[in-house]
């Protein structure tokens, strides 16, 4: 299905995005794709988690520590691991680290530093930090070669069927969920870095924040997230179709294939 197909009727409160990066040594020409509906940016909703566990390696120097909590932070997108490294090492180290590795520059946000799935994003954005992170594992960066192996390990409802989409059942995946109280969308976002050898790399990025207005369920969600319940469930209901549409249609951008570059 195309980029239009799939946002032409989206509602007016809607807001997605998605971006694709193909590049490396010994392959194809460089190839780039996005697409906006709505928003500029929006918060990361955790998609970021990989990129954070990876400049923290360089900050803690027990690397069993690092590894304590970069791992479920990654592996089972655990908020409490996350946020061991996030205030132990700050906001602003970790945001500058990555910006001094990849080029993207992030801030945090400006009510409350401290929550991490608050920073704001664009899928091009992210599309480069993770084509960062990918590349330097296959060049033999050990933090980064580690997280891209804890990705491919991400498995169940957290992948949101994003190998399916990316016809790749060893991809690596993140994704990120969350609808914050002050908010009457649903933010459901992924990324996805399908395997190519090499120090090549493929990435696609999809970023949704769809319209959850009903009281009664936005009353229910906030309950079950308050009782540290799953939620993922809803999350699917609401964007798991147009999330997998919009990271197949990147992907087709791409030339990416299940057996290579097209």
């Not at 299905?1 to 490396?24: C, K, P, T, W, Y």
Request: net charge negative.
């Amino acid at each position: 299905m195309s980029f239009n197909e799939l946002l032409r009727d989206l509602d007016v409160s809607a807001s997605v995005q998605a971006a694709g990066i193909r590049r490396g040594y010994g392959g194809p020409p460089a190839r780039q794709v996005s697409v906006r509906s709505g928003m500029a940016r929006l918060r990361c909703a955790s998609l970021l988690k990989p990129l954070y566990a990876w400049v923290s390696a360089d900050h803690v120097a027990d690397a069993e520590r690092w590894r304590r909590h970069a791992e479920p932070a990654v592996v089972i997108s655990s908020n409490a691991d996350t946020l061991s490294l996030w205030l132990a090492i700050g906001p602003g180290v970790i945001l500058d680290d990555i910006r001094r590795r990849t080029g993207v520059a992030w801030s945090p946000p400006n009510g409350d530093p401290s929550r991490f799935g608050s920073v704001e994003v664009a899928a091009d954005e992210v599309a480069t930090a993770y084509a960062v992170l990918a590349q330097a594992g296959a060049a033999g960066d050990p933090a980064a070669a580690t997280v891209m192996e804890w990705m491919r390990q991400v498995e169940g409802p957290q992948t949101f069927g994003v190998r399916e989409a990316a016809r790749s059942p060893e991809a690596a995946v993140k994704c990120g969920w969350y609808g914050a109280p002050d908010e009457t969308c649903l933010r459901t976002h992924a990324v996805t870095v399908p395997p190519r050898g090499g120090t090549r790399t493929t990435v696609a990025v999809a970023l949704t924040a769809l319209p959850y207005t009903g009281p009664r369920e936005r009353a229910v969600y906030q309950e079950q997230v308050n009782e540290g319940l799953s939620v993922e469930a809803e999350h699917e209901k609401v964007s798991g179709a147009l999330l997998r549409g919009l990271l197949a249609a990147t992907l087709a951008e791409l030339g990416h294939s299940p057996g290579g570059d097209a």
